[in-house]
């Protein structure tokens, strides 16, 4: 058996901390997709993740460790929609 393969089915715990609504820490991050001062959005293990807010500013990111640490005036966190189509019915996902 391959044990190169199992590393790459292990996926990253993914957990959210705000502190204040001023500090953001987000574990899980698979990749950035875009940043600006009002809204931040990343990949993470469990979809999509907007952080809307003022003066938002990334003050660590690791994608090698999956971890992100923002810190600004934080408004709103949310996850996008997961479509039953882009993840396919679970004999797709089986059967590749």
Same mark, same amino acid.
Do not use: C, W
């Given at each position: 058996?391959?044990?190169?393969?199992?590393?790459?089915?292990?996926?990253?715990?993914? *957990?959210?901390?705000?502190?204040?609504? $001023?500090?953001?820490?987000? !574990?899980?991050?698979?990749?950035?997709? *875009?940043?600006?001062?009002?809204?931040?959005?990343?990949?993470?293990? @469990?979809?999509?993740?907007?952080?809307?807010?003022?003066?938002?500013?990334?003050?660590?990111? +690791? @994608?090698?460790?999956?971890?992100?640490?923002?810190?600004?005036?934080?408004?709103?966190? +949310?996850?996008?929609?997961? !479509?039953?189509? *882009?993840?396919? +019915?679970?004999? *797709? $996902?089986?059967? $590749?």
């Amino acid at each position: 058996m391959n044990e190169g393969n199992t590393n790459n089915l292990m996926k990253m715990p993914h *957990s959210v901390v705000l502190e204040d609504r $001023r500090r953001l820490t987000v !574990s899980g991050v698979s990749d950035v997709d *875009s940043f600006d001062e009002q809204m931040i959005v990343v990949f993470t293990e @469990l979809g999509e993740l907007t952080v809307k807010g003022a003066d938002l500013h990334i003050s660590r990111l +690791s @994608l090698e460790m999956g971890e992100l640490a923002v810190e600004g005036d934080i408004a709103s966190l +949310s996850y996008a929609e997961q !479509s039953k189509e *882009s993840r396919g +019915s679970f004999f *797709s $996902r089986v059967f $590749r």
